[in-house]
């Protein structure tokens, strides 16, 4: 994985193509992501635990705009599970 902010990630996400696309994973630092290449079978092993974590699977200028869409979509997912605590 490589720890990256989220211009970094989104500019390896606009220049991966469909078939090798990136998966993005939310850190404990804000503003603070975790990039892989999701084809590898070490990735697919991880994404297909549905980790927490996991924001989802992007590539293409589509998906380097709708990462900051699914960020914030996370993170009130993680906010509603503190809040059920």
Same mark, same amino acid.
């Given at each position: ?8 990630? *989104?500019?390896? %996400?606009?220049?991966? @193509? +469909? ?13 603070? &992501? ?9 990735? *697919?092993?991880? %994404?297909?635990?549905? @980790? +927490? ?13 709708? &990462? ?18």
């Amino acid at each position: 994985m490589s720890i990256s902010t989220l211009p970094i990630v *989104q500019e390896r %996400i606009r220049t991966a @193509p +469909e078939d090798s696309p990136i998966a993005v994973f939310l850190t404990k630092k804000e503003g603070i &992501l975790n990039a892989c290449f999701a084809a590898t079978i070490e990735s *697919q092993r991880i %994404i297909s635990e549905k @980790p +927490e974590n996991l924001v989802g699977v992007f590539h293409g200028y589509e998906g380097a705009s709708s &990462l900051v869409r699914a960020i914030g979509k996370k993170r009130v997912e993680e906010i509603n599970r503190i809040d059920e605590l």
